[in-house]
C-alpha cells in the first residue's frame, strides 16, 4: 500500500546528541514537509521540499537540518542545537495543486508521527 | 496573508449530540480548505476538502461548506459518536502561496457517552 512511513515512533535523546528522524514515502509525491507538535498547539512547519536536491526553511528551522537527495526521502536531523527538541515529529508529502488542475487538490498525506524525548 | 482561525476547545459533548466547529480563513483568491482529524498518538487524516466556493466536502458523517461570502469553513456532523473524539484542524492550501499549507491550532473533541 502507498503511503507515508516514519522511524522510529519513539525516541529518546541525550542532551547534546544529534537525531536523525526518517520520513520515506512511495506515494510519487514530489513536495515532502516536516512539521513539529507540541500539546495543545498546532503544527509548526520546520522545513519543506518541493523537489529533489532542494528544500526551504520554514517558521521554526532553527536547530534542525535536512536533505532530499531522493525524492522518496527526506529525514531530519535534530541537532544539539535545538534547545528544546522533545515533541511530536510530523512528517507529511503531497503532490501540489496546480491552478489549472482542478481536481488535483494538493492534499497533504502524513505519516503516524515520530516522538523525541530528550532525557 | 494567509490564515486561519479555529474555535478553541477543548470540546465536550454528550453521544448523539450536534456538532460543530468553526473556521474561518484569510486569503486572497479562491484556496483549497481542508479538515484534518489526529487520533491520539497517530498523525493527521485527511477528513474532508472542498475546493472552490459553495463546494461541500462530506466523510463518515462530517460535513463542511466553502462559504467565500463568509471565509468559513464550518465543520459539522449532526450525531457525534464516541469514536469521534479527537483533535479537528482546520487548514488551507494555495498555489499562489507555493502550496503551502496553513493549519488553525486544533479543536479537542471528547465526546462522552
Known amino acids: 500500500d502507498g503511503g507515508i512511513t516514519q522511524s522510529p515512533k519513539y525516541l529518546f535523546r541525550k542532551e547534546g546528541q544529534n537525531v536523525t528522524l526518517s520520513c520515506e514515502q512511495n506515494?510519487?509525491?514530489?513536495?515532502m514537509y516536516w512539521y513539529r507538535q507540541d500539546p495543545g498547539q498546532g503544527l509548526r512547519l520546520i522545513y519543506y521540499s518541493q523537489i529533489v536536491n532542494d528544500f526551504q526553511k520554514g517558521d521554526i528551522a532553527e536547530g534542525y537540518s535536512v536533505s532530499r537527495e531522493k525524492k522518496e526521502s527526506f529525514p531530519l536531523t535534530v541537532t544539539s542545537a535545538q534547545k528544546n527538541p522533545t515533541a511530536f515529529y510530523l512528517c507529511?508529502?503531497?503532490?501540489?495543486?496546480?491552478?489549472?488542475?482542478?481536481?488535483?487538490?494538493?492534499?497533504?498525506?502524513f505519516g503516524e508521527g515520530s516522538r523525541l524525548t530528550v532525557l | 496573508g494567509n490564515s486561519v482561525t479555529q474555535m478553541e476547545g477543548p470540546v465536550t459533548l454528550s453521544e448523539e449530540a450536534f456538532l460543530t466547529i468553526n473556521c474561518t480563513y484569510t486569503a486572497t483568491g479562491y484556496p483549497s480548505l481542508f479538515w484534518y482529524v489526529q487520533y491520539p498518538g497517530e498523525g493527521l487524516q485527511l477528513l474532508l476538502k472542498a475546493t472552490k466556493a459553495d463546494d461541500k466536502g462530506s466523510n463518515k458523517g462530517f460535513e463542511a461548506t466553502y462559504r467565500k461570502e463568509t471565509t468559513s469553513f464550518h465543520l459539522e456532523k449532526g450525531s457525534v459518536q464516541v469514536s469521534d473524539s479527537a483533535v479537528y484542524f482546520c487548514?488551507?492550501?494555495?498555489?499562489?502561496?507555493?502550496?503551502?499549507?496553513?493549519f488553525g491550532t486544533g479543536t479537542s473533541l471528547t465526546v462522552i457517552p
Open positions: 507529511a508529502s503531497s503532490t501540489p495543486r496546480a491552478s489549472k488542475i482542478a481536481a488535483n487538490t494538493g492534499e497533504l498525506f
Open positions: 487548514a488551507l492550501s494555495h498555489p499562489n502561496t507555493g502550496n503551502q499549507f496553513y
Open positions: 506515494l510519487n509525491h514530489d513536495a
